[in-house]
C-alpha cells in the first residue's frame, strides 16, 4: 500500500520560535498533500489542502501566515508552524492523495507529529 | 446539525465478537466512504474504500453503504485486543475540490481479552 511518512514524530520547542514539519509520500507521487490538526479524542480537523507548484488552500479559520505550507515536489510538502506558542501544541498529521488508487483517489495518512510548545 | 455522525463510544467487546460500527451523513453528495482505523498517537490507516452501495468484504472486515438512508457500517468479525483502536469514517463528493475528506468523529472501540 501507499506510504506516508512525516518528519519530526515529535518536537518540542520554546514559545516563539517556528517549527517544520515534512510529509513525504514514499511510493506514489501526489500532486495534493493535506494537512490536519488533531486534539486529544477529537477527529482530524482539516486545515490546508496543498497542491504541487500551487499557493496552498486554508480553511476557514487557519491563519496562513502563521500556518506555512510548501509542495515544493510531487513527493514533498511541509509545513511551518510560525512564531508558535502553546496554544500551537498539537497533533500534526499529513496525508497525500494516490490517484492510482480507487478511481477516484483516496488519502493515506502519515504518522503524525506532535508538538509541544513550551 | 454535523454532516457526518458518528457515535463516539467507547464501545467494548469480549474477544472473538463481532464490532459493528456505523455513521450517518446528511449530504446526499457524498458518493466516495472510506474507514480508517487510528491506534493513540499514530495515524490513521485506511481499512475500507467504497463507492456504489452495497457490501465490500476484505479479510475481517465488511463495509456497507446505503445510500437511499445515507448509512455506513463496518463490521470486524472475529475481533482481537489488536483491534482496539478508534474507527474514523470518512467520505468525499465526486467532484470535491481536492478530494477533501469530511470525517465523523471516530467512535473507541476496546476488545477485551
Known amino acids: 500500500g501507499a506510504v506516508v511518512s512525516q518528519h519530526p514524530s515529535w518536537v518540542i520547542c520554546k514559545s516563539g520560535t517556528s517549527v517544520k514539519i515534512e510529509c513525504r509520500s514514499l511510493d506514489f507521487q501526489a500532486t495534493t498533500m493535506f494537512w490536519y490538526r488533531q486534539f486529544p479524542k477529537q477527529s482530524l480537523m482539516l486545515m490546508a489542502t496543498s497542491n504541487e507548484g500551487s499557493k496552498a488552500t486554508y480553511e476557514q479559520g487557519v491563519e496562513k501566515d502563521k500556518f506555512l505550507i510548501n509542495h515544493a515536489s510531487l513527493t514533498l510538502s511541509t509545513l511551518t508552524v510560525t512564531s508558535a506558542h502553546p496554544e500551537d501544541s498539537s497533533f500534526y498529521i499529513c496525508?497525500?492523495?494516490?490517484?492510482?488508487?480507487?478511481?477516484?483517489?483516496?488519502?493515506?495518512f502519515g504518522p503524525g507529529t506532535r508538538l509541544l510548545v513550551l | 446539525q454535523k454532516e457526518v455522525e458518528q457515535d463516539p463510544g467507547p464501545l467494548s467487546v469480549p474477544e472473538g465478537a463481532i464490532v459493528s460500527l456505523n455513521c450517518t451523513y446528511s449530504?446526499?453528495?457524498?458518493?466516495?466512504f472510506m474507514w480508517y482505523r487510528q491506534y493513540s498517537r499514530k495515524g490513521p490507516e485506511l481499512l475500507m474504500y467504497?463507492?456504489?452501495?452495497g457490501n465490500k468484504e476484505d479479510g475481517r472486515f465488511t463495509a456497507q453503504v446505503d445510500k437511499s438512508s445515507k448509512y455506513i457500517s463496518l463490521f470486524i468479525r472475529d475481533s482481537q485486543p489488536s483491534d482496539s483502536a478508534t474507527y474514523l469514517c470518512a467520505m468525499s463528493e465526486i467532484k470535491a475540490a481536492g478530494n477533501k475528506l469530511t470525517f465523523g468523529g471516530g467512535t473507541r472501540v476496546l476488545v477485551k481479552p
Open positions: 467504497t463507492y456504489s452501495s
Open positions: 449530504n446526499s453528495a457524498f458518493q466516495y
Open positions: 496525508s497525500a492523495r494516490d490517484w492510482g488508487a480507487h478511481g477516484g483517489g483516496t488519502q493515506y
